[in-house]
């Protein structure tokens, strides 16, 4: 096995395929230390990418895995780490990384995440902070929707904070665009916990939004 993963580097592109179909195959108690041990390497970052992605296939990923090419200098390996992870704390991180592609990726991942879906959707959101294009705007509403069964009841229980940026929670009602949203934030307007600043940011977005300045 550590003779195969180590082809994982090959310049031949046929030698890589081939050696990772091997891999596959394998045992995971025979692979996953041999792919380990080229995240602790170093390899190349096309090795460490089919390393991890073979970890991944063998459902032996961790998140110090992940951490090797989200750590990378190349936005191509951290976009890559972005689509494997399914921790909040990395794709937290990865959804303010510099680079668009690896932010993209972090959304979409977030979709992923089944232990703290309602935690997820505010993660995705926080990539807003450093702009969007039309591929990042289409995730976050494909992001928010599937999520939507998670994070409705955090909203209308005022779980959902957004960090208390404006600009996310604008997005985010955006994204949904429907009464349900309108009605949670009518009624944590009316709510007497709900603090003051809050409160001026729920209306503002929904008069922008939806006009109701009755609200």
């Given at each position: 096995?550590?003779?195969?993963?180590?082809?994982?580097?090959?310049?031949?592109?046929?030698?890589?395929?081939?050696?990772?179909?091997?891999?596959?195959?394998?045992?995971?108690?025979?692979?996953?230390?041999?792919?380990?041990?080229?995240?602790?390497?170093?390899?190349?970052?096309?090795?460490?990418?089919?390393?991890?992605?073979?970890?991944?296939?063998?459902?032996?990923?961790?998140v110090?895995?992940?951490?090797?090419?989200?750590?990378?200098?190349?936005?191509?390996?951290?976009?890559?780490?972005?689509?494997?992870?399914?921790?909040l704390?990395?794709?937290?991180?990865?959804?303010?990384?510099?680079?668009?592609?690896?932010?993209?990726?972090a959304?979409?991942?977030?979709?992923?995440?089944?232990?703290?879906?309602?935690?997820?959707?505010?993660?995705?959101?926080?990539?807003?902070?450093h702009?969007?294009?039309?591929?990042?705007?289409?995730?976050?509403?494909?992001v928010?929707?599937?999520l939507?069964?998670?994070?409705?009841?955090?909203?209308?229980?005022?779980?959902?904070?957004?960090?208390?940026?404006?600009?996310?929670?604008?997005?985010?009602?955006?994204?949904?665009?429907?009464a349900?949203?309108?009605?949670?934030?009518?009624?944590?307007?009316?709510?007497?916990?709900?603090?003051?600043?809050?409160?001026?940011?729920?209306?503002?977005?929904?008069?922008?939004?939806?006009?109701?300045?009755?609200?």
């Amino acid at each position: 096995s550590a003779e195969l993963a180590a082809n994982l580097g090959s310049a031949d592109r046929w030698v890589r395929h081939f050696s990772a179909r091997l891999l596959a195959e394998r045992p995971a108690e025979a692979a996953v230390p041999a792919l380990r041990g080229v995240l602790r390497s170093g390899a190349s970052d096309v090795a460490k990418k089919e390393a991890l992605g073979l970890l991944e296939a063998h459902g032996a990923t961790r998140v110090e895995d992940v951490a090797v090419l989200a750590a990378s200098s190349e936005a191509g390996a951290r976009a890559f780490a972005a689509t494997v992870s399914r921790n909040l704390p990395q794709l937290a991180k990865l959804a303010a990384d510099p680079h668009p592609r690896v932010r993209l990726q972090a959304m979409v991942a977030c979709s992923y995440v089944e232990s703290e879906p309602a935690a997820a959707v505010e993660v995705a959101l926080s990539a807003v902070d450093h702009g969007t294009d039309k591929f990042a705007d289409y995730a976050l509403d494909q992001v928010v929707h599937a999520l939507k069964p998670a994070w409705l009841p955090a909203l209308r229980a005022g779980r959902l904070t957004f960090d208390g940026k404006a600009a996310r929670l604008a997005r985010f009602v955006r994204a949904d665009g429907t009464a349900d949203t309108v009605d949670a934030l009518r009624s944590l307007l009316q709510a007497p916990a709900t603090e003051a600043a809050s409160r001026e940011a729920f209306l503002d977005i929904l008069c922008q939004h939806f006009g109701l300045h009755g609200a």
